[in-house]
């Protein structure tokens, strides 16, 4: 998974340079996740967060997938659902 995701930021970094953004926060912050030593964990909710705000940031649109579907997309899903809670005002913003 580790070189599936490394293969995936490549090529977001490739996207954002094109179109000029490289200094975007959140791009900064997935890169330095991703630094050699790093220690991630299996189900690696920063990345997803990070994932996902630096894709807003580029003006894309996000995909996720996964062999079973139940892992990483749920995860996915699950976060999705409680920034729109958040957003909406039905759930505080965490301080976390």
Do not use: M
């Not at 070189?3 to 330095?32: C, F, H, M």
């Amino acid at each position: 998974q580790d070189k599936v995701n490394r293969d995936g930021l490549e090529r977001l970094n490739a996207y954002a340079a094109q179109a000029g953004r490289t200094g975007q926060p959140s791009l900064q912050a997935l890169n330095k996740h991703y630094l050699p030593g790093q220690d991630r964990a299996a189900r690696d909710v920063t990345a997803i967060w990070l994932v996902r705000r630096t894709v807003a940031e580029l003006g894309g649109v996000r995909a996720v997938n996964c062999k079973s579907g139940k892992d990483r997309t749920s995860l996915e899903l699950a976060i999705s659902f409680a920034q729109d809670a958040v957003s909406a005002g039905i759930l505080p913003q965490s301080s976390a």
